[in-house]
């Protein structure tokens, strides 16, 4: 049998109802790597590719309804039959579940968290005088949101992220900040400068699906016998960062400390 025929035997082992399920979830797939791909190479812009995301998760959502009818009529009508006439449809409703959940849950997912985090973008450990970026700053030149620390953002950062301190410990500035360079080495941030005289590390975090480009910059202070460690993170981007930048000081904090 030639790959048209066999083609076109499978296709013959689908209801309608599998085939649509299928294709709904294949669209809903092929929006969500548009709005990422797209934005990410330049021919998308932010909001656009917010709504061919947008799009796709309502997609995945109907592909999601529509495969799961399939699937069922699939197994029912195919009961005491040949396993052979059976697996095609099965196997078609599973993969379609399977992309439109995935269509459908990650936006789901990022819409989910941003509804519970204040809408801010610039997070800090120090309100009160917050790292400044210096080595980072050609490289946002023409970034929409600028360098500098907006006061006014503090209260909702106190209220969302309760938790976000300094981080104290009792080794010398100077072993700290070998320590905080070996850590961002290892969480993958690209490092853009440091100064171990200043006590400043400056990286880029560069996010996986988008390819947004979140700054950082680490401050180390002595403190007593020991050190005080300060970290501010920023989006390049966006009015609010969903969370991310948030994560982002946490998962460094844990790895400097050892947590």
């Not at 082992?13 to 599998?18: G, I, P, Q, Y």
């Not at 480009?213 to 680490?218: F, I, N, R, S, T």
């Not at 007593?224 to 991310?244: E, H, Q, T, Y």
Request: avoid cysteine; charge should be negative.
């Amino acid at each position: 049998m030639n790959a048209m025929n066999l083609g076109g035997a499978f296709g013959r082992r689908l209801s309608m109802v599998t085939l649509a399920g299928l294709l709904l979830a294949l669209a809903a797939g092929a929006l969500a790597l548009l709005a990422a791909l797209g934005y990410r190479t330049g021919a998308l812009e932010l909001g656009t590719s917010f709504s061919f995301l947008r799009w796709g998760a309502r997609i995945g959502l109907a592909a999601l309804a529509v495969s799961l009818v399939g699937l069922v009529l699939t197994v029912v009508r195919g009961r005491g039959g040949p396993l052979d006439d059976l697996a095609p449809g099965v196997a078609a409703g599973v993969l379609a579940l399977a992309i439109g959940a995935v269509a459908y849950a990650i936006p789901a997912e990022q819409q989910s968290i941003a509804r519970s985090v204040p809408p801010i973008h610039d997070i800090t450990t120090d309100m009160e005088n917050p790292p400044a970026f210096v080595d980072v700053l050609p490289l946002r030149a023409d970034a929409p949101n600028p360098p500098e620390y907006d006061p006014e953002i503090a209260p909702r950062q106190r209220e969302g992220y309760p938790d976000l301190g300094p981080i104290i410990l009792d080794e010398p500035p100077g072993a700290v900040f070998e320590r905080a360079l070996a850590a961002v080495h290892a969480l993958g941030w690209e490092l853009v400068g440091d100064d171990a005289d200043a006590g400043r590390i400056e990286a880029t975090d560069t996010t996986f699906w988008y390819g947004f480009k979140d700054d950082v910059v680490v401050r180390i202070r002595p403190d007593g016998s020991g050190s005080r460690v300060d970290v501010r993170s920023k989006s390049r981007v966006g009015g609010s960062d969903v969370g991310a930048n948030a994560a982002r000081i946490r998962t460094f904090a844990e790895r400097l400390t050892g947590g």
